[in-house]
């Protein structure tokens, strides 16, 4: 690992850790979903400070941020942009869309059609943007976070399995420690914290880490192991759909983005068992007897991690 973006990363968790108090965990999963080149579904109760994240993760490198705010009636024009006539030329012109970004926050984006979420498909997997026939590409990086509140479900459209599949991680935020929302209290006293996050690095410091992750060494036994789990989720009784190929191929760059997260140029079978869980999970599909019988993903792969033989 270089040195020089040893200590970049170090400067960013810092610079989220002032604004996010108690949640150094978080904090590695969202930067572990930046450098694999993926994107976040952040799914948790409102106020737990998702939005403020989004914010902080944009300012600490540097990128452009937008904030979509998703309600039933936005259209795919809404967020990709649109043709517009100039009347006097009688020529049309193409407005982007808030899309055209490297951070995008898509909050609660399940409020949203299905049109609508399936107009985020293309940008999420190809990084572009087809309007009228003509694709756009998009700044890079590119990096959605979205938001959705797992309680209220009322006048919601479900994200499904193919939208879920192009998130690299679903994660939570949770309530913060006692101390934890003490410290916070105090941090806003006078004024908010993110007035003062100053960019720590570039986009194109982010852009040359992502690069460095493709090098990252996975040895055989260690993507064995990442693909016996992988494997066990097809067979499960529990479940009606298993991972795809495409969820293993984002479970291996995760793991190469943690390894790069925590200094080092290989994988660890740790990395594969801290994963799994937000890699993996959402784009399980539960049979109808295990969902209403209280089972959760979650607990379906804890339970495949702890039965797969860890290589040594």
């Known amino acids: 690992m270089d040195k020089s973006q040893d200590t970049l990363l170090t400067a960013i968790r810092k610079s989220l850790?002032?604004?996010?108090?108690?949640?150094?965990?978080?904090?590695?999963?969202?930067?572990?979903g930046v450098l694999g080149g993926g994107h976040v579904l952040i799914e948790d109760v409102p106020g737990v400070g998702k939005t403020t994240l989004a914010k902080t993760l944009a300012r600490s490198f540097q990128a452009t941020f937008t904030r979509v705010q998703f309600t039933p009636d936005l259209l795919p024009s809404d967020i990709l942009g649109a043709q517009v006539l100039n009347p006097k030329e009688g020529t049309f012109t193409f407005h982007r869309g808030p899309v055209f970004t490297n951070v995008l926050l898509a909050d609660e984006i399940n409020r949203a059609s299905p049109r609508t979420q399936?107009?985020?498909?293309?940008?999420?997997?190809?990084?572009?943007?087809?309007?009228?026939?003509?694709s756009h590409f998009l700044p890079k990086p590119f990096f959605v976070i979205a938001t959705q509140n797992p309680v209220d479900y009322q006048g919601t459209y479900p994200l499904p399995e193919a939208q879920l599949d192009r998130f690299l991680l679903?994660?939570?935020?949770?309530?913060?420690?006692?101390?934890?929302?003490?410290?916070?209290?105090?941090?806003?006293?006078?004024?908010?914290?993110?007035?003062?996050?100053?960019?720590?690095?570039?986009?194109?410091?982010?852009?040359?880490?992502?690069?460095?992750?493709?090098?990252?060494?996975?040895?055989?036994?260690?993507?064995?192991?990442?693909?016996?789990i992988v494997t066990q989720?097809?067979?499960?009784?529990?479940?009606?759909?298993?991972?795809?190929?495409?969820?293993?191929?984002?479970?291996?760059?995760?793991?190469?983005?943690?390894?790069?997260?925590?200094?080092?140029?290989?994988?660890?079978?740790?990395?594969?068992?801290?994963l799994a869980g937000p890699v993996l999970a959402h784009r399980?599909?539960?049979?109808?007897?295990?969902?209403?019988?209280?089972?959760?993903?979650?607990?379906?792969?804890?339970?495949?991690?702890?039965?797969?033989?860890v290589p040594t």
Request: aromatic share 4%; charged share 25%.
């Open 170 to 228: 679903r994660i939570g935020v949770g309530y913060p420690s006692p101390q934890d929302e003490l410290a916070m209290l105090y941090a806003r006293k006078t004024a908010d914290p993110l007035s003062r996050v100053e960019a720590v690095a570039g986009v194109d410091d982010i852009l040359q880490i992502q690069a460095r992750v493709r090098d990252v060494e996975v040895k055989e036994p260690v993507a064995k192991y990442l693909l016996q």
């Open 233 to 274: 989720t097809r067979d499960h009784r529990s479940l009606e759909l298993g991972i795809s190929p495409r969820g293993a191929l984002a479970f291996f760059r995760a793991v190469q983005a943690r390894a790069v997260l925590q200094g080092r140029s290989y994988t660890t079978p740790d990395d594969v068992q801290a």
């Open 17 to 32: 850790a002032q604004v996010i108090h108690g949640k150094p965990d978080v904090i590695d999963l969202v930067l572990v």
């Open 118 to 134: 399936s107009a985020l498909l293309e940008a999420m997997s190809e990084s572009q943007a087809t309007v009228d026939g003509v």
């Open 284 to 309: 399980l599909l539960l049979t109808s007897q295990s969902k209403y019988g209280g089972t959760t993903a979650d607990s379906i792969i804890r339970q495949i991690v702890q039965s797969a033989k």
